[in-house]
């Protein structure tokens, strides 16, 4: 990836998700974005007591629904900000209990298609060369392109 | 797959549940397992206010949760009770959006072995035939046997 | 899905992949296809020596490609003779050793867009009901499509 | 990933394949693993004109069976020479039409455990930066372990 400017920023996201969901979406804190860049985002989220399992370990479908943001900011960020972009599919692989209050995601684009953009995601909490969880996966942009 | 008892039933997972969850679950409701056969098992959601997107779509990661516990509750049926699984990795495919406020997840085990467990899951709302998401993974059961 | 008729027939097809292939195809035989409706196929394959593993299991790779034929071959039936259809992605699993000389694998649509068209797999020997690997997976179909 | 020596050398894994497989293993060259480290390895593959299609694109199952040879090699990279080391799952996600005559697929160990070994793949041809796709899998030991 060579390096455009992101083609929406984190202010204009940020502000875009507390419009919309106020401090609340899933948990996460409501300036959850604090990079991005064309194709890369990182978002950070404060765990909630509720978020955590027996171990005090942040559940599985916590660390997916940080994946899952991950992965649709970075689209948005080879796209424009538009909320209309869905994910199609996300494979999340668990490698290591995820203990901390405070998860972080970073996405990547790998590919962008007029169909289809793809990336990957790292989740860790402490230290990102030990992340608890990888995934990939694919967002369909919506139908507002003309040459595809 | 043959037919033998599961060796948990619904009633003991369901009350398994609420003792370490009480009601409230990522919004599911306490008496969710429906169904439990060995290797099968039907869950219900009552889906919250919150766990809705813009067009009244139930989120993604809401859809992954219903998903991944199915697939979790049905590892338990041909294992027995032990809140040590684990899930290893799943890959959820979204195919429509998610319409409705109950949200249904059938899952269903393909291969049981000392080291994986691997199964399917279906999810749907009113229609069982469209289903608004399908998904794949593993599930690694705890150390307690001897000849893995 | 409902039944309307496929939007190539098995003789079509295999008259096709014959001119483009010849008598083999990653070892597969000329007339592979033996079922097709709209949205499902039914693929055969002549598993060669040189496809086979120690203990004489049909290797991963060749698994794989059984199902990402069958998968591309179901798009085909619910869009047409397009051989410019490509896979975006797949995920299997493997569930048994792959013991036989013959792997069939069944492939059924799940969801018809004009950006994704989205379906599982699922591979055996002897018996469909143990299944040696399934799959699932997404082909991105070309671009003749004005409403996309 | 910290850096001991890998458990087998590049040197005694291409002996070994060439004693298992000869110089043909689904097209492989036989000296096929060029870098080997603890949990990396790169593999190297000459593409025959049998496994083009048309517009000269290497087929999915030959990317696919670069992915899984680099995810086995990798694990055995943090394991030891067994060729028993199963893959459980892979997920593929293609990027880029696969252009060029030589495939390489470098693959990487994220998490070792007893029962499961994970790892993230890229193949490229000419530029490891633009991967013509990337893989996540996982791989489950032998029994040999005591531990588990």
């Known amino acids: 990836m060579s390096a455009p400017a992101p083609l929406v920023t984190a202010t204009e996201l940020n502000a875009k998700l507390r419009e919309l969901f106020g401090a609340d979406m899933h948990g996460l804190t409501s300036d959850m974005i604090s990079e991005m860049e064309y194709g890369m985002v990182l978002t950070t989220m404060e765990v909630s007591p509720k978020q955590l399992r027996p171990g005090k370990i942040i559940s599985g479908p916590t660390v997916f629904a940080a994946c899952d943001a991950a992965l649709f900011y970075a689209c948005l960020s080879v796209y424009g900000l538009d909320m209309m972009m869905l994910t199609s599919d996300m494979q999340i692989r668990f490698l290591r209990p995820a203990k901390g209050t405070r998860l972080h995601a970073?996405?990547?684009?790998?590919?962008?298609?007029?169909?289809?953009?793809?990336?990957?995601?790292?989740?860790?909490?402490?230290?990102?060369?030990?992340?608890?969880a990888v995934a990939q996966g694919s967002c369909v942009p919506p139908k507002k392109n003309t040459d595809s």
Chains 1, 2, 3, 4 share one sequence.
């Open 106 to 132: 970073r996405g990547r684009i790998l590919s962008v298609g007029s169909k289809l953009i793809t990336g990957q995601v790292v989740a860790f909490t402490d230290d990102e060369t030990k992340p608890v």
